[in-house]
């Protein structure tokens, strides 16, 4: 199958008319930021105006699939995936991960809980469903045109790249055929892996705690040793772990969540000091000085921006970190 063949349908393509200054994505774990559905299924197609970072690191209890239109880099527990327009990409429950592109395009992300299958997991002929489920096996993290499995699942994906939410019962029956094609290409083609050794999972979880610790304590002045602590780790290892799986140093991935958050803050009608002293940046220089360098503008000038915009009262950011590790 040609590279060029786009994933998803131009009609899919939602395309912003305006907005603020950036796009501010603070759910590093998202949790009950979707609607409650019986049926938990989400499209979210994404238009990239500029290269680079798409999506900040996170990690939610639904399985991802990713279609490109541009080429970029997945990030999954540490390890990267560059990708190209037209592969297909998987990203497992509770994987900690990331996208940037190299260009402007398109991006859509599909989410689906599959314990809604649930039913299948006490029929032994259907273990591999069980197995998914629990963790012992999961999702190949990304499939190319070359790969064998790639057009047996493609067709079945962009089925679900079309999809609505299921309304009634005959929608979610053709969700969940969906579903089952793309096991039963993975299984045929033995692209289910088996899933990752219990020390790369509890590393994981280490830092999982960590960011789930900055965010709840973004207003106070958090410290290395502090973050090392509480994940019952060392300063040196922790923060050669902290890089390894996140690719950016604890103490820069602080400031930058703590800049978002101002930005949350800025947007809501809080003071340039009021932001400030919200994220535990009290010193009000510094904290220009760090947002000028993070964004290219002054807190003020991003305050004046969002206001000014035609879509400033639809800007949200969700804090939620409660959940399970």
């Known amino acids: 199958m040609?590279?060029?063949?786009?994933?998803?349908?131009?009609?899919?393509?939602?395309?912003?008319?305006?907005?603020?200054?950036?796009?501010?994505?603070l759910q590093y774990q998202?949790?009950?930021?979707?609607?409650?559905?019986?049926i938990p299924f989400y499209i979210y197609p994404l238009h990239v105006k500029t290269p680079g970072p798409h999506v900040p690191i996170h990690w939610h209890e639904e399985l991802e699939i990713i279609l490109p239109s541009v080429p970029g880099c997945l990030e999954i527990d540490g390890n990267r995936h560059p990708f190209q327009q037209g592969d297909i990409m998987f990203v497992n429950p509770y994987e900690l991960h990331a996208t940037s592109v190299r260009q402007p395009g398109d991006v859509c992300h599909i989410l689906l809980r599959t314990d809604c299958f649930q039913f299948l997991h006490d029929t032994p002929f259907f273990s591999a469903a069980r197995k998914l489920m629990e963790g012992e096996l999961s999702f190949p993290s990304l499939?190319?045109?070359?790969?064998?499995?790639?057009?047996?699942?493609?067709?079945?994906?962009?089925?679900?790249?079309?999809?609505?939410?299921?309304?009634?019962?005959?929608?979610?029956?053709?969700?969940?055929?969906?579903?089952?094609?793309?096991?039963?290409?993975?299984?045929?083609?033995?692209?289910?892996?088996p899933s990752a050794p219990d020390e790369h999972a509890r590393c994981i979880r280490y830092i999982k705690q960590s960011i789930r610790y900055m965010y709840?304590?973004?207003?106070?002045k958090l410290?290395?040793?502090?973050?090392?602590?509480?994940?019952?780790?060392?300063?040196?290892?922790?923060t050669r772990l902290f890089k390894k799986y996140t690719?950016?140093?604890p103490a820069r991935f602080l400031t930058d969540l703590k800049l978002e958050a101002a930005c949350v803050?800025?947007?809501?009608?809080?003071?340039?000091?009021?932001?400030?002293?919200?994220?535990?940046?009290?010193?009000?220089?510094?904290?220009?000085?760090?947002?000028?360098?993070?964004?290219?503008i002054t807190p003020k000038a991003y305050q004046k921006g969002v206001v000014n915009s035609s879509q400033s009262a639809r800007l949200k950011v969700n804090f939620n970190p409660a959940g399970d590790f």
């Open 265 to 296: 803050h800025l947007a809501s009608g809080c003071t340039v000091t009021e932001a400030a002293q919200k994220t535990g940046l009290d010193n009000i220089s510094h904290f220009i000085r760090l947002f000028k360098q993070k964004y290219g």
């Open 143 to 193: 499939l190319s045109p070359g790969d064998p499995a790639y057009g047996r699942l493609f067709p079945a994906v962009c089925q679900m790249s079309q999809m609505k939410p299921p309304s009634d019962e005959a929608m979610a029956f053709h969700l969940a055929s969906l579903y089952f094609s793309l096991l039963s290409a993975l299984l045929a083609e033995n692209r289910l892996l």
């Open 223 to 238: 410290t290395i040793p502090c973050l090392a602590d509480t994940a019952g780790l060392s300063e040196g290892y922790f």
């Open 216 to 220: 709840l304590h973004l207003d106070e």
């Open 30 to 38: 998202e949790v009950g930021t979707r609607p409650i559905r019986d």
């Open 2 to 25: 040609a590279t060029s063949q786009k994933p998803f349908p131009e009609s899919l393509i939602q395309y912003p008319t305006g907005g603020c200054l950036m796009n501010i994505f």
């Open 247 to 249: 690719h950016t140093t």
